[in-house]
């Protein structure tokens, strides 16, 4: 398969008109050693396939247990927390965001030493945002010949900066009235999406809130701009803005579409929004990655669940968009297509990982262009990317109604014939430990006052008539923000590390739910909200319920849907190895049951993971097996994403280690 690169033209390119035919076999040949030189790693995910792979093979499984630590860039002069945001490495420099002011930063890709930095003004809009530090990674483009980063930060501002200086693009956007705000290389979002705001504040919180926690993509010559928005188990108010999708002109930001996410009068999807919900409610963000095909001029955009999570009495019906994979034309906003994951979504089951993009071999049908989507609930939903043809049958399968005054579920739910689960779907006894009779048991006892179900097993009630004290929702987040999948462009095969684990929110009137928040969003309550915290059950014994692994790596060949291999990510916890009732006992790999980051080279996978006393390790695993080829001792515990790049004739690993970002390499 082509690795999906950012198609735009470059220096070399912009450079032709003005040379000779010897000066230009100069040139072609300097570009040819750059290209073996380096290996950029452009988007988040690497390549709009959000792949997270390299072609890079100088680090391998002989000598990947000599890495060591090359530099290591603190952010906390940028207050930076969560370490959330993956960097990308364009034409010999690293780019990032920071903090909670989303600082961007250029960083030395040899030394670690920083380069420049942009923080934007001050304003009330950024202060409000409950994503501020999620910033993610950068958008890029090369626009004639000049690199330009793109950013979006917590108080919703597009700001699109000169790659070499930092500074604000000239000719880009239109002046922002607010004081301290450069004249150039700004767009204020809000002034596109239609609803009253103040430059300053923002949107009135009665209406609702919109911030942002993930990079724009620029697709061609536009930008595309996601959005996310309060979440939703911290909603009791039915009121919100919708996520509408933004697009715009990538050399002077004029605005060029606006594709709304829940659709109005006369636009396909409008009838699944019954009592006129789509009036006043809102959500369904895309607060994942984005990815694209250029070729195709496609963007596909994940999103989430409506306003406030547990309850969706006042949104009956089927409520396109949301919780969906969405492809749009790049260039127009228009839908070419769309797959709906979950009706009505109530689980908190939104979509939290870009979509990958590869080329399969299918069987019988040659070359496939597909797009794969990973999703919380443990299914992988797989289609023709060009069409939105699923490329194997997914079933409208019965789920059972809410006991919730109110609630009207959807009596079923599209669930995968292929791939199989990477995890284990829904709650049952036969899912509990059976390491022995008695632990079983006692996992048996834990779980009593719970009501057990499918994977979509409705919330109930706190006092429920049935007398259960939470309903489990199994699994939560299989697949989560902190552990996206990656996949081998040149094998079809897509890599998913997940763990097994249940929600079990209870649900309470609006009243109660609205004292949790100070500045919540939204005028009328609702009937039922998510509770505070809840009731969970937990072996008396300090092991998991459920049986192993208890986190684990499942390699899905998408050229035929079928699991390749799966083996546990990482190893069993000491806590569990020494627990006196398992002594004599052989319980094998359970995996540690920590989630960990993955990128694909053309030598191996990698991973992050623990080692059984806790220690944070690299782990180089071959590729069609899942067999252990290496292991080395990481500094520190991981976050969100790897990745892996060449600069300078040397390949280097870059973990986000907390406020931190370490890159290893080998010894020189």
């Not at 860039?73 to 034409?91: C, E, V």
């Not at 188990?233 to 996410?261: C, M």
């Not at 409208?396 to 919730?404: F, G, I, K």
């Not at 690299?618 to 252990?628: P, R, Y």
């Amino acid at each position: 398969m082509i690795r999906i690169k950012p198609s735009v033209s470059g220096p070399l390119t912009a450079k032709l008109g003005n040379v000779s035919l010897v000066s230009l076999a100069l040139l072609m040949t300097s570009a040819v050693s750059a290209q073996q030189d380096s290996e950029n790693w452009v988007t988040l995910g690497s390549d709009f396939a959000h792949t997270r792979s390299t072609s890079a093979d100088q680090i391998t499984p002989d000598n990947f247990a000599d890495l060591e630590v090359a530099w290591v860039w603190d952010g906390a002069s940028f207050q930076a927390q969560s370490g959330r945001s993956t960097p990308s490495y364009i034409d010999g420099r690293l780019y990032t965001v920071a903090g909670a002011r989303r600082h961007v930063v250029a960083i030395d890709p040899e030394s670690g030493a920083t380069i420049w930095s942009y923080r934007e003004p001050d304003t009330g809009r950024w202060e409000y945002s409950m994503r501020a530090d999620y910033g993610k990674g950068v958008g890029y483009a090369n626009i004639d010949g000049r690199d330009v980063i793109y950013t979006i930060s917590p108080a919703f501002f597009l700001t699109a900066l000169d790659a070499a200086t930092g500074k604000p693009l000239e000719g880009f956007g239109e002046p922002v009235p607010i004081e301290g705000f450069p004249e150039t290389g700004v767009i204020d979002l809000l002034k596109d999406l239609g609803h009253p705001y103040d430059p300053y504040e923002g949107i009135p919180l009665e209406r609702g809130y919109i911030t942002s926690s993930s990079p724009p993509i620029v697709v061609n010559d536009t930008i595309v701009v996601g959005n996310s928005a309060e979440q939703g188990y911290h909603q009791s108010r039915i009121e919100n803005v919708p996520g509408d999708i933004l697009g715009y002109d990538a050399r002077t930001g004029e605005f060029r579409w606006k594709f709304n996410v829940i659709p109005q009068p006369g636009e396909y999807g409008h009838e699944t929004w019954e009592n006129d919900s789509w009036q006043y409610t809102g959500d369904i963000s895309s607060w994942a990655p984005l990815s694209a095909d250029p070729e195709l001029d496609l963007v596909y955009i994940p999103t989430n669940g409506v306003t406030i999570d547990y309850y969706g009495g006042h949104h009956p019906g089927d409520n396109l968009y949301g919780t969906s994979l969405i492809a749009l034309n790049a260039s127009t906003g228009e839908r070419a297509w769309h797959f709906q994951m979950v009706h009505h979504d109530i689980w908190n089951y939104d979509t939290p990982t870009a979509p990958i993009l590869l080329d399969v071999d299918l069987a019988g049908q040659g070359e496939t262009p597909i797009v794969a989507q990973a999703t919380k609930q443990g299914y992988v939903y797989a289609f023709n990317r060009a069409t939105g043809e699923p490329l194997w049958p997914i079933v409208e399968t019965p789920m059972p109604a809410s006991t919730v005054p109110g609630e009207q579920l959807s009596p079923t739910q599209p669930i995968p014939s292929k791939p199989a689960p990477f995890e284990y779907t829904g709650s049952s006894v036969d899912l509990l430990t059976d390491f022995t009779p008695e632990l079983r048991q006692q996992a048996i006892a834990a779980i009593a006052d719970f009501q057990l179900g499918p994977v979509f097993n409705p919330p109930i009630q706190r006092n429920d008539p049935s007398g259960k004290s939470a309903a489990l929702m199994c699994p939560s987040g299989s697949v989560n923000i902190t552990h996206p999948p990656v996949a081998d462009p040149d094998s079809g095969v897509m890599y998913v590390m997940s763990r097994y684990s249940c929600g079990s929110r209870t649900l309470v009137s609006g009243e109660e739910a609205d004292t949790y928040y100070d500045a919540p969003t939204g005028i009328t309550l609702s009937q039922y909200a998510a509770a505070s915290g809840g009731p969970r059950p937990r072996h008396p014994a300090g092991i998991p319920l459920w049986k192993p692994p208890y986190s684990r790596i499942t390699a899905i060949d998408l050229n035929t849907g079928e699991h390749l291999w799966m083996t546990p990510a990482g190893y069993t916890p000491e806590r569990i190895q020494n627990l006196p009732a398992l002594q004599g006992v052989e319980i094998g790999n359970t995996g540690s049951g920590a989630v960990g980051q993955m990128v694909v080279t053309d030598t191996m996978l990698i991973y992050t993971n623990v080692t059984s006393d806790g220690t944070p390790h690299l782990f180089a695993v071959d590729k069609q097996t899942g067999e252990e080829l290496s292991r080395v001792e990481a500094p520190a515990a991981t976050r969100y994403g790897m990745s892996s790049w060449v600069h300078n004739d040397k390949q280097y690993v870059i973990l986000q280690t907390g406020s931190s970002l370490t890159a290893m390499a080998l010894p020189d």
